[in-house]
């Protein structure tokens, strides 16, 4: 176990207990390491300049708190069959996120079950009624004064599980749940 200390970066850490929990487990085996090692990558390498300068500072910061929820209970990591939509309203400049399915929820993104206001959503974009494939989208999850879910979310723990505790795995639900059209990771696609 002593051989992860030299991975860690402790400036990172805003917590002891974070820091005492990498330590003994690792860096990635914690209820923030989503946050870490896919939300801000994912804002890095998928958001236009501007959205880099507006999403970037708040997730360093942690003024937000990401995961990056991609498997869906019925696909795993299958992105091909990834169900989970995102309909654009050209009226309102505006998505609707959705989830049709039972099978399209999002399943064990680690920090999504408690810890996580915001997430990274691959989601089928659908214009004009037609696919045109996978994008990401960034999205607010809860509240950020006091942490309940958004009117059209459904979001919560998945429960014990075996191996690692401190993960709050969860899983997630959309109900026709609108974003702004600057919510689309714009550096390849407009």
């Not at 950020?144 to 997630?172: A, R, Y």
């Amino acid at each position: 176990m002593t051989d992860k200390i030299a991975f860690i970066d402790q400036s990172d850490m805003f917590e002891e207990g974070l820091l005492f929990q990498s330590l003994i487990m690792g860096r990635d085996f914690h209820a923030m390491s989503l946050h870490y090692a896919m939300f801000i990558p994912t804002i890095q390498g998928q958001a236009d300049d501007d959205q880099l300068d507006y999403w970037l500072p708040l997730a360093v910061t942690r003024g937000i708190i990401g995961t990056y929820a991609q498997t869906e209970l019925g696909h795993g990591t299958n992105i091909s069959k990834l169900e989970t939509t995102a309909t654009y309203d050209e009226k309102t400049e505006e998505f609707v996120l959705h989830t049709p399915s039972v099978s399209a929820t999002k399943w064990w993104s680690g920090g999504l079950g408690k810890s996580s206001n915001y997430a990274v959503i691959p989601a089928q974009l659908i214009i004009n009624g037609n696919n045109k494939g996978l994008h990401m989208f960034i999205v607010q999850l809860r509240d950020l004064n006091t942490h309940m879910p958004l009117p059209g979310i459904t979001i919560g723990d998945i429960g014990p599980k075996m191996g690692i505790p401190g993960n709050d795995n969860g899983f997630l639900i959309f109900n026709n749940y609108r974003i702004p059209r600057k919510n689309m990771f714009m550096r390849y696609s407009q």
